[in-house]
């Protein structure tokens, strides 16, 4: 029976429903895993930080997050920042889910060198670490003799990094090509449905999955930060979001999606890339017509697909339905068992 | 740098594409894997068997294999049977692909379970043994500290059990439905096309997909073999195929295909199971009416699909297009590097 002491930087959604997946998995993980754990510190952007290296009450921590209650009001150690929270957590394993900044992927990507310098092994949904250090990242994780894993970066929680890694080895991936964006795929549904593009918009924040400014969504920008983490990770080239060529939604009226609708076609805003050897030769995201004989064609509302083509199977598809906080937790649970086994 | 000697125990064309593929990836399992391998051992249904400690010619035992001569010609030990053939072949990893029974599982079970106790590694295409004694033959892995591995029993290469065994740890798989036998999918793929029955049987055989008796296809026993050898190892529950309900394709006409294309729908052979705990609510095979919001609508001629449904994750499906014998090969080839990492 291995124990591992696990830290949660960043305690929102994800994190939160990271740490009611690890109390409902609990006896799972020790009488099928032999792995037990306690929890040594908790960071939250707005409701303090807690640091116990006695194991934090999941249970208590949740319950005063839900009442909108600071942690201190556990018993705890005083934390200054998050780089004090990292040293004094002493966790084996880091959950590192702070708010992403694209442009530079800080601070995320200051806490994780932090992390695997000090010997922690770190799980995370951040995309921007991955865009703008992924190399680096994993040397110093090596380096270190602990795992850097990021399952959740894209397609939530449904296996796309650990397929390569550990289901289909010593497959070389040649092209790809999917729905990758949730928000642009259910506002492409929304139109189909009647909905006005500002409507469907309007939709997409109502029930929280697009931003105040959707912009970051519905031009694209998501997309191709996505493209540009499986271009970097699973084919082994670093490529920018800006290298990417991307076209968003904003174009696309509900007269054209009604019309293909007709001709038995619909508008999906598509990510793909492929490489010739070392070198990519077409990395892009932008609408396209998918008719009804592709498995991408039933991909609806915030459901999301990945079509791959390797050196060693015919097209290879993952397809992931209703997608959330709960399903993303669940890949940085997997990552940290893999992690650790 | 570690070094296994491999033996082949059935050689038809997913042995040979296994062959193909070890030839074409030698000098990527040395660089990225580092794993070197010899072949010890390659015994045939009716060109001889071949056994030589130092190593066979793989390129020429495939050219004798083409030009339809005997093994023999290559210099080599005397083999009296196939297990005289285990014991003389020496060999770390086994890849068991004789001809299946799958009244019995034999005579590949006993051969699986031969090796086993020799210490070898077994990779399987076979399902026989899976639906027969899949836990004893684990269990005998197990105890001799190898691996029993079987990815391509199922969907050919496409990662389903190391998709569970790896990328999705902790999860609990509830239920699942999908297309996976080909012949019949062409069949139905067929009949939309416009054949009659037996038009579309004998463009099966025509390619060599379906038997000349084509009953096991058509009468859906090979789903129920696929159905049976998910749920006894994803869920742990052993099941007999005579235990999946099964209702062939025999009864779908060709007007009945037109009709349902005509609403937009598609006939599917289903192959589905349901599990409560430690029950199995629904084990069956049988045509269905597809709609075209559904992923399984889109999937055609031998492609093939499963989806499924966890205690972790949204609907999971995976997809494999255009699977043969060189994707079959792959899944052992994948089954070969997990056994020794």
Redesign the interface.
Known sequence: MAHYKLAFLGFGNVGRALAQ?LIR?KT??KE??DITFSVTGIATGSHGSLVNQNGIDLFGALELMRASQSLSLLTSELVEDSFDFIQKCKADVLFENTSANYETGQPALDHIKNALELGMHVCTANKGPIVHAYQELKDLADANGVGFLHESTVM????IF??FR??????NLLSFKGILNSTTNLILSRLEGGDSFDEAVKHCQDIGIAETDPSGDVDGWDAAIKVAALVTVLMGIPLKPQEVEREGVRNITPEMVANALKEGKRYKLICSAERDGDKIISAKVAPELIP????I????GT?S?V?FKTD?????????????P??TA?GL??DF??AV?
């Open positions: 997946l998995k799972e993980l099928k895993h939530d929680g449904a296996p650990s397929l550990e289901a289909i080895p010593a497959s009804s004989t592709s498995p064609y039933s991909v609806e459901s697909i079509e060693v199977l015919g097209d290879l598809s993952v397809v992931e339905k209703d997608p959330g709960h399903t669940y649970l997997a068992i893999n086994k």
